[in-house]
Structure formats: structure tokens, C-alpha cells
């Protein structure tokens, strides 16, 4: 129930007392006295029809404004009142597209909300709009408001409430400095019979204000607050002092320094130690030490902040006192020590410019290596290497200033025994009395090979250099087993094969002849005819066998039963082979070790086969096969390089190659290159190439039996700068406004990231000419509003584009586009808005307006038949009203550009714009 104010009696309370206590750094202890009195308030109920009621929050003074009917017009701001169509400065109503408000602190800075100024500052300053003033710099001062705000009037106390909240209170006025206070805590609540209470975890040396509530059943109060200071402690945060060399001086050192980041009291003074010694005592913030200080040597400071509760030290820096990069480093001397190991010894470097710290060896192919300590001895011990094995050093030599690298220095570690000696052994039995032994280099020489050794039964056999294979052993008995070895020796000793076991048969055909016709048929055919051996049994049958390349890894067999004659097939073209006749008789059949393209004829009786004399032949060429395709590469926005390789097989002499190219996409091949020799590559700067477009190559190899094509690869050349942009089309939209639009360039040379929109003042004199100043940057748009200061400035217009590898602009083949992204300078302006529809299925890319005065429609497009759709774009939001007419008039659709002419259309043309 609302009682009338002369129905009620208030009595004012005098405020309850408080005292507070410093305990600590961290530590508060306040004392509160019972209340004495209490209180009483009114209500007043007005009708909220008539009445806009603003403020009330966040410490706000309630205040009623009459408005009559109009209050769907009027809105609060703070606990006054501006219009509908304004923004709210702290209290302060204004034009947003006039004015900006002045209530920002500097970047990194903070200000408390109840410190807000409601400055108003020009649109045209919105630089530097900072802290309630209009010509602020940012770049070199820093501003916030905490301290120094003149005190708010007395707020009555509200209705009692005993569920609500304690009102904040109002900064002091004791005399001292105003203080805007932070948002107030209730810190402590209990019974009404205590009357003391220590608050902890408190910041040294900072202001607090405390008061105390006291409530009954009628209602409450508060006591004045009472302010209190915590007590200094030593610093935080010291940070660590800069050091610099002043004018090259060798024997002076520069020493800057910053305050701590928490002070936590008043610093008194500040104290540099040099290598524990003071240097300085005094409360500036650098020092100069020049006392004592020699070239080439290292010196540690670290800075004390002192408050009257003692000391801090920072961390210490190491100052160097003209140290240099070292220079003339020498090469390191490299030694061998043994197959697995090297030894790297060094000098000096003949000016080290200072103290040498360490050294770093760097090995070619693996990087740095080691680590040598700058006063040990200059030598260190490589291990782990390869025998027989050049490896390449560099050695850097290092002060505090820097490392310089010497030049590389090569050595060779020492010989080993080689190792994989006869991995693959080979043999062809040729009689019962004759075998013929093939071997290969080792697998892993670990040196120069000076010879082998061939051993029979442990006995050395033969004797031979590094560039024999193979030995035909004549001295064989029949029906015996022989055991075989290798040994192959380098300059680092002597290593032995495993064991080779060959059994003799008992007897076999002798005096085999080679072979009296061979007749290359083809490039993958050989006919071959013999006659039979000189010396064999004649009551059994001869059977015969083909050897092609006997004795190497790659023998074949093919057997030809009892005719004297065979025709072999399925060769490679353009092959050598050597071609033997094996003669052999039904019975038991010895086993023959073929590995290669050597044909030899065997025959066997029944305890063995022979082997006779061969032929070479070489097979006829063939088309080339197994090409493949090139590799491609863009080196400029009309330079594109191809090479390839040879065939895989091929199939004779390569005479030509033929470089064909084609669009991307196309049919149409064109060849534009013949090889004939030297290197397999080819730089393609061909007129006919254009910007970021692509296109595909392949190489034909020939050789005298015909051809064979490669697959196509294909590339995209670089993007360059586009060309055959048109000027824009532009109209004033206000006194302060211009509304340009464009098209898409002739030539885009590549994916279109964004336009940069430039203007240029005309001034009346023509003499002077003011450069272009950059407006706006947008992505992904194809029309904006730019703002401008002064409705009398005439400005021409210059459209600079750029290139990415990011999406075009509104392009149809594009999916949706982001919301658009730009960056402009502070005297212009830049709001978002909605989505925009086109008017009809059939249009494409909707020009919405970036600042545009109202959500006016889209101009209608016509797409092309060959371009699909394109999906809504971002549109501008409404016009504050003090731009807008009451009531607001209908907005009409905007022209658009004309079309433009032929010659500065791209190809497939861009949908033309038309409007209703």
C-alpha cells in the first residue's frame, strides 16, 4: 500500500561509526559501533504512460522524465533521455554519422564504466577520440580515468529492502583526491554482535574503503565509508636492465630499465650491481658505467628496486664489451685415424673480436655435428663413418656477438676389406673336365680393389686384377667335387667368399661346335641352327638346349628337343645376346647355372652335358614403349618449364623427342618443340601463354621404328596484374557520401582477392596536386559507399586491384561467399547489414551497398544463360533517421553502370546490369 508523503514521518540517522586498521601489506581490521537510529522513505508511484523512467542501475541516480505521449520516440541514456534514432555517450545523445564518443581508453588500457566521459567529438576526429578529448594521439601517450573525477551529488537512500543489495557508494570527498571506486563487495556478514573482522588477500599498498550495514526489522543504513591504504612490500616483477654500447666506445656500457611491473609502494631508489659490486644508488631510470671497464671482456649487471619495505633484484644480463664476430677462421686440418674414424684439429681464428665461447663442427649432409667448448683443446675425434668414404667439415668458431664458418675442409677415412665377396657365384659346366666360374665386384668394396684370388680346394687357383670375372677352370677330373672360393683384397686387407661346391659328371658330349646359322628375324626374334658334337655317344639320343648370356644374372635357357634348330622368340629389341648350344643325352642330367643373355649349346649324355662355343647377335630396333609424361612447372605468368625423361624401354636410338601443348580443357594440341640433343628440357615463353590459365604438355620419343606419346601433365601459369579495368561509375548519395561501382576487369590474369578504392582531392588551384590517399579495401564486393569529411570536396577516383589465390569476386562458379572483409582509415566509416535476395531466380551477383543511406533493392541482374545462379550477398543495415525523411520516403531503386563496351569485356562476357 502507497501511503501519501504527508502521511509519514522520517527521522534523519546519524551514520554508525567505523574505524579500519592496517594489519598487513595483504591485511585489513575493521570495528564497527551498533547503530543508534534508523530511517524512514516515501514512495511516489507516477504513471508510466506519460513517464520515461531511466537509471537506477549500476549506481545511477532514478530519474522520471515527463514526456506526455511521446515516449515511443524518446529511449534512456543513463538516467537521461535522447531520441530513438541516437546513440548514448554517457548520458549524451548524438548523431552517430556526425559524431563519435569520446570514452575509449588507450589500447591496452582500462577504464572503469563509472569513469566514462560523454564527450562528443566530430566524426572527422574519430583518431583521436580518447578519454573525453578530441585530439588525442595514441601513438605516443596513454590515457585512462580513475583518479581525479569530481565527486557525484548525495544519491538518497532507497526503500528498505531487507533482500536487497547495499547501494554503492559515492567516491569520498575527505579532501583528498576523488577516487572512482571499482564495484563494491560484500566482504563479511554476520550477527549483530560482533563488531570486528580482518579482510586478507589484499594488494600492498593500495586504497580500500569499507563500510558497514546495519539492518533491523524496519530497515537499514550504512556508515560513511572509511578509507584505508595497505602497507608497502618489496617490489615485483624487477625487470632486467638494457644494456648498449655508446658510440662504439669500448670501455663505456649504457644501462636502461623500466619501473617494476608491481611496485608495490613507492620506489625509493634503484641500485645496479656490476659482478655483485655496486655501481649506482639514485631514482633514475639509467646509468652510464664508465668506470673499470676493459675491451673483449664480459661483465653481468643486475638492477635492485628498493620501496621502504626492503629490496628486489632482477635477473642478470651479461653485457659484452665490443665483441665481434670472429674473422680469417682456417679450415679445420682433417686426419685419418682408421675406416670408422677421423680426426679434426684447429687453430684459432687469426682474430676472434672477442672471447670465443665454443666451436661448432658441421658436417656436409648431416649438419652440425659437435659442439667443442672454447678453452678445451682444438681437436675432436669423428666416428661412425664408412670406410674408403670422403666427408666433408666446416668449422665455426663463435663469441657472444656471433659465428663465423670457415671454409670446408675435406678428408677420406681409411681402407677396409671389402665385404660381400661372391654374394651371387656363377658356373657353367662346359665338360666333365672344364667349368667356367663368373663372379661381380663386391657389394660393399670399402676401397680400391687391387685383385683376386681364386682358391680350389684352399689352393690359390688364379690370380687376377679388379677388372676380372670370370676363370674357366680346365684341370677338372670327372665324377669330382670341388670346393671353390674367392678372396678379393683392397689396400685395407683381404676378405674370403663363403664356400662354392661343383660336382663333375662322369662323362659327357664333347667338341660341340657353335652355332652355323643365326638370323635376327625381328625385334624380338632370333632363328638359330647347329649341327651335333664332335664326340658323343652314339647309341643314345641327343637333346639340346639354348643358353643365352651363360653365366651372367640375367642367363636364359630354351630347350629345343632333338632338332638341330630353333627359332627364339620373345626378346627385347635392340638386345645383344651370346648365343650357346647345350648338347645333353637322355640319363641323368647335370644341373646348369644360367643367369644371362649368352647362348651357348649343351650336350648331355646320360651322366652329363657339354657346352660349345657361342655367337653374338643383336636384335633390330623397335618402337620406344613406357614413356613417361613430363614434368611441368610455372616460372612466370607466361613462362612454363617442362623436362623429361628417356623411355623406360627404349626399344633402339632415340633420334627426337616432340613437345605437343594444349589448353586445359581443349583438343586443340599444338606442337612446340622438337628435340634433337643435349639436355632433356624445355622453357616454354611462348606469346601465346597467358596469366594464371591452364595448360597441358606430353613429349613423343622417336626412334627409327616409330614412336611412343607420354601422358599429358598439366600446370596453371602465374597470376599477374590484372588488366583492362574500366573506370567506375559513380554518383554523390549526400553531401558527405559517394556511391561507386565497377565491373570486373577485361583481363583478371587471376583470382580477384580484393579492390582498393583511391581518391584524390581537386583543389580549386590547379598548380598543386595532392597525392591519392586509399579510401577503402573490400573483398568480395563489387560496390561500396565511400564516406567523405566535407560535402564541397570534389574527388576523382582510382581503382587499384590485387591478386590471391583466394576466391574471386561474386563470381557464379564460386560457392557462397563469405560476409565481406575490409580495412579502412579512421576518417571513414563501415557498418554491416542483412542478406540480400535477388529480385528474380535468374539474377546473379546482387551489388549490395557497403554504407548505403537506407535498404534500398538490389538492381536486378539478367544472368547469362551459361552462368548459374549466384546465392545471396551481404546487404548494408537501415539509415540512422536523422538522415531519413518523417516519414520515411520510399526508397527507390539505384542505377546502374552502363554496360561496357566490347572491347573491355572478358570472354564469356559478364552478366550485363539492368535496372527497373
Known amino acids: 500500500m502507497a501511503l501519501a508523503p504527508s502521511q509519514l514521518s522520517a527521522t534523519a540517522l546519524a551514520p554508525s561509526q567505523l574505524s579500519a586498521t592496517v594489519l598487513a601489506p ?23 504512460s506519460e513517464v520515461l523512467c531511466c537509471g537506477g542501475a549500476g549506481g545511477l541516480e532514478a530519474k522520471p522524465h515527463h514526456l506526455d505521449n511521446a515516449t515511443v520516440t524518446w529511449k534512456c541514456c543513463g538516467s537521461e533521455v535522447i531520441r530513438q534514432e541516437e546513440e548514448c555517450c554517457n548520458g549524451v545523445g548524438y548523431d552517430p554519422n556526425l559524431y563519435f564518443c569520446a570514452d575509449r581508453a588507450s589500447p591496452g588500457a582500462h577504464m572503469q564504466e563509472q569513469c566514462r566521459p560523454s564527450t562528443v567529438c566530430p566524426l572527422l576526429s574519430v583518431s583521436g577520440a580518447y578519454c573525453g578529448v578530441c585530439d588525442f594521439n595514441p601513438a605516443v601517450e596513454v590515457c585512462t580515468r580513475v583518479l581525479g573525477e569530481p565527486s557525484a551529488p548525495p544519491q538518497p537512500l532507497p526503500p528498505p529492502d531487507l533482500s536487497a543489495s547495499p547501494p554503492s557508494p559515492s567516491p569520498s570527498t575527505d579532501g583528498e583526491p576523488a577516487l572512482c571506486a571499482s564495484s563494491e563487495d560484500v566482504v563479511y556478514s554476520s550477527t549483530a554482535n560482533r563488531y570486528t573482522f580482518t579482510d586478507t588477500n589484499l594488494e600492498p599498498y593500495t586504497t580500500y574503503e569499507y563500510r558497514v550495514g546495519a539492518w533491523n526489522n524496519f530497515g537499514q543504513g550504512f556508515s560513511t565509508p572509511a578509507r584505508v591504504t595497505t602497507r608497502q612490500d618489496t617490489p615485483t616483477g624487477v625487470t632486467v636492465p638494457r644494456w648498449s654500447k655508446l658510440q662504439n666506445r669500448d670501455d663505456i656500457i649504457q644501462l636502461d630499465w623500466t619501473s617494476p611491473a608491481k611496485p608495490n609502494g613507492e620506489i625509493r631508489y634503484y641500485v645496479v650491481l656490476r659482478d655483485g659490486q655496486e655501481r ?57 685415424l682408421g675406416p670408422h674414424s677421423l680426426l679434426l684439429s684447429w687453430a684459432p681464428p687469426a682474430r676472434s673480436n672477442g672471447i670465443l665461447r665454443h666451436y661448432h663442427i658441421n658436417r656436409t649432409g648431416a649438419g652440425r655435428i659437435h659442439t667443442h667448448a672454447g678453452d678445451g683443446e682444438l681437436q675432436h675425434t669423428v666416428t661412425g663413418l664408412q670406410p674408403h668414404t670422403d666427408y666433408s667439415f666446416v668449422l665455426e668458431a663463435c663469441t657472444s656477438a656471433g659465428c663465423r664458418a670457415s671454409q670446408p ?23 666333365s673336365s672344364e667349368v667356367e666360374l663368373f663372379w661381380d665386384q663386391p657389394e660393399r668394396p670399402q676401397g680400391l680393389l687391387s685383385g683376386y684370388t681364386l682358391l680350389r680346394d ?38 674370403l667368399s663363403d664356400r662354392y661346391v661343383i660336382q663333375t659328371p662322369v662323362s659327357s658330349p664333347e667338341r660341340i661346335p657353335p652355332p652355323y646359322n643365326v638370323t635376327v628375324t625381328g625385334p624380338r626374334s632370333v632363328f638359330v641352327a647347329w649341327t651335333p658334337p664332335g664326340k658323343y655317344n652314339t647309341s643314345l639320343p641327343l637333346e639340346y638346349n639354348v643358353l643365352l648370356n651363360a653365366g651372367s644374372l640375367d642367363a636364359l635357357v630354351r630347350p629345343a628337343g632333338r632338332d638341330q634348330y630353333l627359332h627364339l622368340t620373345g626378346l627385347l629389341p635392340f638386345t645383344s645376346y651370346h648365343i650357346r648350344i647345350q648338347a645333353c643325352q637322355p640319363g641323368t642330367r647335370t644341373p646348369v647355372h644360367l643367369y644371362t643373355h649368352h647362348i651357348r649349346i649343351q650336350a648331355c649324355q646320360p651322366d652329363g652335358c657339354g657346352v660349345g662355343e657361342g655367337v653374338h647377335v643383336q636384335t633390330l630396333e623397335a ?55 643435349g639436355p632433356l628440357e624445355f622453357i616454354d615463353a611462348s606469346d601465346s601463354l597467358q596469366p594464371h590459365s591452364g595448360y597441358e604438355y606430353r613429349v613423343r620419343a622417336h626412334n627409327a621404328q616409330g614412336s611412343v606419346a607420354s601422358p599429358w601433365a598439366s600446370t596453371l601459369t602465374l597470376e599477374a596484374h590484372p588488366q583492362g579495368m574500366a573506370l567506375p561509375w559513380a554518383r554523390p548519395t549526400s553531401a558527405y557520401s559517394m556511391l561507386l561501382n565497377w565491373t570486373r576487369p577485361a583481363e583478371p590474369n587471376g583470382l580477384i582477392a580484393q579492390y582498393r578504392v583511391f581518391y584524390q582531392e581537386r583543389p580549386s588551384d590547379p598548380t598543386l596536386n595532392k597525392a591519392p590517399v586509399l579510401a577503402l579495401t573490400v573483398s568480395l564486393w563489387k560496390s561500396l559507399r565511400a564516406a567523405k569529411q566535407t560535402p564541397e570536396a570534389q574527388a576523382s577516383r582510382t581503382i587499384s586491384l590485387g591478386t590471391s589465390e583466394r576466391g574471386g569476386l561474386c563470381s557464379p562458379r564460386l560457392p557462397s561467399p563469405p560476409l565481406p572483409s575490409f580495412s579502412a582509415p579512421h576518417n571513414s566509416t563501415s557498418e554491416r547489414g542483412g542478406l540480400c535476395s535477388p529480385h528474380s531466380p535468374s539474377s546473379t551477383c546482387c551489388p549490395c551497398l557497403l554504407l548505403f543511406p537506407s535498404r534500398l533493392p538490389c538492381p536486378t541482374h539478367r544472368a547469362s544463360p551459361a552462368l548459374p545462379t549466384a546465392p545471396p550477398l551481404p546487404c548494408p543495415p537501415r539509415l540512422p533517421s536523422s538522415h531519413r525523411a518523417s516519414p520515411p520516403p520510399t526508397a527507390s531503386p539505384l542505377p546502374c553502370p552502363p554496360r561496357l563496351p566490347s572491347s573491355h569485356r572478358a570472354s564469356p562476357p559478364l552478366p550485363t546490369h539492368h535496372h527497373r
Do not use: M
Open 623 to 677: 618402337p620406344p614403349e613406357h614413356l613417361d609424361p613430363p614434368v611441368v612447372k610455372a616460372a612466370g605468368p607466361k613462362v612454363i618449364e617442362v623436362s623429361w625423361k628417356p623411355p623406360r624401354q627404349p626399344n633402339g636410338v632415340i633420334t627426337a623427342y616432340f613437345i605437343h601443348r594444349r589448353p586445359l580443357g581443349t583438343q586443340e594440341e599444338l606442337l612446340v618443340f622438337l628435340w634433337s640433343s
Open 26 to 48: 595483504s591485511q585489513l581490521s575493521a570495528t564497527a559501533l551498533a547503530p543508534s537510529q534508523f530511517f524512514a522513505t516515501a514512495l511516489l508511484y507516477l504513471n508510466s
Open 458 to 495: 684352399s689352393a690359390p687357383l688364379y690370380s687376377g686384377g679388379s677388372s676380372s670375372s670370370n676363370y674357366t677352370d680346365t684341370s677338372l677330373q670327372p665324377n669330382t667335387r670341388y670346393v671353390y672360393e674367392l678372396e678379393a683384397s683392397t689396400g685395407g686387407g683381404s676378405s
Open 409 to 431: 675442409a675435406t678428408g677420406r677415412t681409411l681402407q677396409d676389406a671389402p665385404a660381400g665377396v661372391w654374394s651371387h657365384p656363377r658356373h657353367v659346366l662346359v665338360s
Open 280 to 336: 649506482y644508488r639514485g631514482s633514475e631510470s639509467s646509468f652510464t658505467d664508465v668506470g673499470g671497464i676493459q675491451p673483449f671482456q664480459e661483465y653481468e649487471y643486475q638492477l635492485r628496486a628498493c620501496t621502504a619495505a626492503g629490496c628486489t633484484d632482477s635477473k642478470k644480463v651479461v653485457a659484452v664489451t665490443v665483441q665481434g664476430v670472429p674473422e680469417e677462421v682456417a679450415a679445420p686440418v682433417v686426419s685419418a
